[in-house]
């Protein structure tokens, strides 16, 4: 698996989550990670995107409940959900540029 996604989960509606994304060796070099999520029935859509210089980029729905964050030294990529409601719920996928290559994706589902 070259994008190792995880952190999905039940979680109840007011809730949090956090995921993590990180890349294998092969793909360690990275300009842009970020996270994407498919709701059932719905397109993919952007959640939130991060450059190697650490600049973020929110969908304006995710802004304020949503943070997206790095850690260097691991190579990872977070994404912090607070306030979670049952509209969240999705399959969320970690996403790479260049590429772009996308992950596996993880479940996320929020309980009323």
């Known amino acids: 698996v070259q994008l190792q996604a995880s952190g999905g989960g039940l979680v109840q509606a007011g809730g949090s989550l956090r995921l993590s994304c990180t890349p294998s060796r092969s793909i360690a070099n990275w300009s842009r990670m970020g996270w994407y999520r498919q709701a059932p029935g719905k397109q993919r859509e952007l959640v939130a995107t991060i450059t190697n210089f650490g600049v973020a980029n929110y969908a304006n729905s995710m802004r304020g409940r949503f943070t997206i964050s790095r850690d260097g030294a691991k190579n990872t990529i977070y994404l912090q959900m607070n306030h979670l409601t049952p509209e969240d719920t999705a399959v969320y996928y970690c996403?790479?540029?260049?590429?772009?290559?996308w992950g596996q994706g993880t479940l996320v589902t929020v309980s009323s």
């Open positions: 996403i790479r540029y260049p590429g772009p290559l």
